[in-house]
């Protein structure tokens, strides 16, 4: 008798796993979003290589560390990201929402790549729409193959065929194998085939980028175990009225999930902003209150960025609040000044925001928050050469930072010339010579020492 295929449901929207069917995912509260996924059974995914092959281990001391081979990309945001460059051998995930850029990132780093022999497989757009979209960007590859196809086999059948050195598969929600029965998209069809790309580029040694959509919550379409197999996710986060674009690296097992990527959307594609400090401070006006500049430290990088906040009286019994940084962060600053500072902030409307869309999570940005509320509140400017450096506990202390030196040399380089940081340090400032440092114990020290001196 033959085993039944065993089978699990998948929440679509969150990726989780369970045994039983239910009208309500149990970990995101979806409702009707778990789909049945298959599971091949054991008999028929048993390996045909010998016993002796299959068990054979090796010692630490003799793994050979030569077969990471890094290679640049010719795009040099793009390799901070990946850790120093892409990986022989490397299965990539690129996510994004639709129009952010993916597939132009992906074309322009095939036209860089031209000593390497590249597969591009098209499931979305025909031959014609990826040679227009080339042309108008002014991009010429002449060791770049193209297939645009959607079925799985053929397009494992054309890398046995051509041997190329770099993949893009442009998307895996478009792939489907014939084998298994279900819809393209679905997360059996996704799960199953992304399972046998990974084979591939570990057995060839290809490198290989996958492009994944998103759901309406940001996160990678499909199951969660698609993020797991694949050694490097990275995340184009942007707004399509905006230019500026930032590529994040959720996973890499090959460098830092720290490092950021900053791109500048223009009519001929993507270009690196290799000072993206001076970009998100373009155009900030001078004289105006509510407004500081906070150092934050993404990756290796310290980057400035503009907090601006808009402090009104409220015209309803809940004061209402918008804000560009973390909601329940926002919400603690305000009660710690009112508090701690003497401001009664919290009976009004908080409206805080940050320049260029960059999200601010870090504690380093606390300082200048609270002075741009505290700004906005006494409508007093804080002075367009000042900066911020700490973060405020519920007592209201200033405490100090990591990576501050690092901080004040990117603060003074682009020439602002007072910083506000912690009195107590925990490392030995080093202080640039045309930096003045203002030492701050506490909020209510912050507020008079920097607005009362305007």
């Not at 993206?276 to 993404?298: D, H, Q, W």
């Amino acid at each position: 008798m033959a085993k039944k295929d065993r089978s699990v449901y998948c929440c679509s929207e969150c990726g989780a796993e369970t045994a039983n069917w239910a009208g309500k995912c149990p970990s995101c509260g979806a409702w009707n979003s778990l789909v049945e996924l298959k599971l091949d059974s054991v008999a028929g995914s048993k390996s045909t290589r010998p016993r002796t092959e299959r068990s054979r281990a090796k010692k630490f001391s003799e793994l050979d560390m030569t077969e990471e081979i890094r290679f640049e990309t010719g795009i040099s945001e793009l390799d901070r990201v990946l850790g120093g460059g892409a990986v022989t051998g490397s299965l990539v995930l690129v996510g994004g929402a639709p129009g952010i850029g993916k597939s132009t990132l992906l074309l322009q780093m095939c036209a860089n790549l031209s000593d390497r022999k590249i597969l591009y497989v098209t499931g979305e757009e025909s031959e014609r729409q990826l040679k227009l979209r080339a042309v108008r960007l002014g991009l010429e590859g002449e060791n770049i193959l193209v297939l645009s196809e959607t079925d799985l086999g053929s397009i494992v059948e054309c890398i046995n065929l051509q041997e190329p050195e770099v993949v893009i598969i442009d998307s895996i929600q478009t792939i489907s194998d014939g084998e298994v029965s279900s819809a393209p998209g679905s997360i059996s069809q996704v799960r199953e085939c992304t399972m046998r790309i990974m084979r591939l580029t570990k057995e060839k040694g290809l490198t290989v980028f996958i492009v994944g959509h998103i759901t309406k919550e940001g996160s990678i379409a499909g199951p969660k175990i698609l993020e797991h197999m694949v050694d490097c996710v990275l995340y184009f986060e942007g707004e399509r009225n905006t230019s500026f674009r930032i590529l994040r690296a959720a996973k890499n097992r090959f460098g830092s999930t720290n490092e950021i990527g900053v791109f500048e959307m223009a009519e001929t594609g993507l270009k690196c902003v290799e000072n993206p400090s001076e970009m998100l401070l373009s155009g900030r006006p001078e004289n105006s209150p509510g407004t500081c500049v906070a150092c934050v430290i993404e990756g290796s990088r310290p980057l400035l960025a503009e907090v601006q906040a808009l402090v009104t009286p409220s015209t309803y019994n809940a004061a209402r609040r918008s804000n560009g940084v973390d909601y329940n962060r926002a919400a603690m600053l305000l009660a710690v000044i009112e508090k701690r500072g003497g401001l009664p902030v919290t009976t009004c409307d908080a409206y805080i925001n940050v320049i260029g869309g960059l999200t601010l999570d870090e504690p380093a940005a606390d300082l200048a928050t609270a002075l741009a509320i505290a700004s906005s509140y006494i409508d007093r400017p804080l002075g367009a050469d000042l900066a911020a450096i700490g973060e405020i506990g519920l007592s209201g202390e200033i405490r100090s930072v990591s990576m501050i030196n690092q901080r004040l040399s990117e603060i003074s380089r682009l020439g602002f010339r007072r910083c506000v940081v912690p009195a107590h340090v925990r490392d030995e400032i080093r202080r640039p010579p045309e930096l003045e440092l203002i030492p701050v114990k506490n909020i209510r020290d912050a507020i008079l020492t920097v607005l009362k001196a305007q």
